[in-house]
C-alpha cells in the first residue's frame, strides 16, 4: 500500500482508523448500523422514486408521500453517512484503491445532484402534479435516475467488501 | 439441534451450493440481490408500520397503504427467500454452526407468521386500528424484521 495520498495513510493509521478495524465488535456494528440505515433511507427513499414514476403508490399524492417520507429518509442518510465515512476511515487505502469504491463515490455524487436538482428546482410546482396521477416527465427522471444510481452505490458497496475482480 | 443435521449436510452437498461455493463471484452477487431486495421490504415494513403508529400519512386509510405497498413488499419478499436459500445451500454446513443463523430463522419464522396473521388482519380491513393496537402491532411487526436483519448480518461476522 505505498501509492496512497498522505492523508488516506493517516486516516488509515490513526487511532480512529486503527480502533475500529482491529475491534472485534466496533466494526460489525458500525457495518450493520450502515446496512440498517441503508433500509431506513433508500429502503423508504424508493417509495417516493417509485411514485415520482407513477409506479407505486399511485393513490397518495405526490406532495404528501414527498412530506411524509423524506424527513425519515433524511435521518437515515446521516446515520448512513457517519457510519460510512468510519467505516471508510477504518480501510482508507483499501477503499482508495479499489475500482468499486471510486465507482460508489462517483454514483453517490450522482445521486446527490440529481437530488439537489429535484429538491431546488424540479419540485417548485409540485402541487400541480397531484391533480394527476403521473408526474410530467423531468420528475419522472429525477425518480428513475435516483433509484438507478443508488442501486449503483448498493452494488458498488458491496462489491468493494469483497474485493471482487 | 442435531436432529437438522442430516439435512443440513443433504443442503451442503446439494448441485446448486457447490455450484455457488466454486466460485468466487457467485456468492456476492446473490448476496446483492438480496441485500437490494430487503432494502425495498425493510423500506416498505417501515412505511406501513410508521403508518399504523400514526406517525405519517395519518390523512390515508392503512388499508390503502397496505394495498399500495403490497405488490412491491411481496415481490422483493419472493427475491429475498430465493436468493437468501441459494445463499444457505452454498454454505448450510457454516450456518448449521452459527448463533445468529438460528437466531435469524427464529425471527423470520415469527416474522412471517406475525405479517401474514395479525399483521394482515389489522391492515387489511376497512377499520382502522385502535391507536394502541396500531401501535403494538407496527411496533411487533417492525422489531421481528429487525432482528432477521440483525441475525444476517451476524452470520457474516460471527
Redesign the interface.
Known sequence: MSDVPAIIHWMQNSDIGTGIRESIWLF?IV??TH??A???S??????FD?RLMGW?????PVS??HK??MP?AFVGFVIMFISGVLLFWSEAEKCYLSGFFRAKVLFLVLAGVNAGIFELATKKTIEDWDKYPIPPVKARMAGLISIISW?AV??AG??TA?N?? | MHYFLPFFRWCDSTWLGETIRSS??YF?II??FH??A???????V??LN?RLCRI??K??PVQ??A???SP?ALWSLVVILSSGIMLFLSEAMKCYASKPFQVKMVFLFSALIFHFTIHRKVTRTDREPGRLSGILVGTVNALLW?GV??GG??IG??
Open positions: 460489525p457495518e450493520t446496512v440498517l441503508l433500509a431506513l433508500v429502503g423508504i427513499l424508493i417509495w417509485l407505486g403508490m399511485k393513490h397518495q404528501h408521500v411524509q417520507i425519515i442501486a448498493i452494488i458491496r462489491a469483497y471482487l475482480f | 468466487r463471484i456476492p448476496e446483492t441485500l437490494l430487503l432494502t425495498i421490504l425493510f423500506g416498505a417501515i412505511v410508521l405519517i400519512m390523512g390515508q390503502q397503504v394495498q399500495d405497498l412491491w429487525l436483519g440483525l448480518r451476524g461476522f460471527l
